[in-house]
């Protein structure tokens, strides 16, 4: 699972989920992506999900970057915890995702095999995405 090897401080605010993404959205590295179309949490499950569907289906044909990293921790109460006694421990670990991020860059692999590999990975996000190539751009 990814998670950060140290931060600065253990527990943090939930924040807002609004807005567009103004960095990590344009084709950096490879040829095809996939672009998130809404806002949300994206936990570290769902990252490693569409990592491994994207890999198993290219079989090592191409080469992968993952553009997001989950930094930010998420605590939640035991269950049936009364109210108050302060902020419960944290449980697993998000990134924030924005419109228009890039999740994942491909190279290496043709036009159909990217869109397949990369409709793999739609199927395991909790978001609307779309397919986008350099060319199209």
Request: proline fraction near 4%; aromatic fraction near 8%; charge should be positive.
């Amino acid at each position: 699972m990814l998670m950060p090897a140290k931060v600065k401080h253990r527990k943090v605010f939930r924040g807002k989920r609004r807005g567009i993404a103004t960095k990590g959205n344009i084709l950096s590295f490879g040829d095809y992506g996939l672009q998130s179309l809404e806002n949300c949490w994206l936990t570290a499950r769902q990252i490693e999900a569409g990592r491994i569907a994207i890999n198993r289906f290219i079989k090592r044909g191409g080469k992968l970057w993952i553009r997001v990293f989950p930094a930010k921790p998420v605590s939640k109460k035991p269950v049936e915890v009364r109210m108050g006694k302060g902020k419960g421990d944290p449980e697993f670990w998000v990134d924030v995702i924005k419109r228009g991020r890039i999740l994942y860059e491909l190279e290496g692999v043709s036009e159909d095999v990217a869109k397949e590999a990369i409709r793999l990975a739609q199927a395991k996000m909790p978001i609307k995405t779309r397919f986008i190539s350099r060319h199209q751009a």
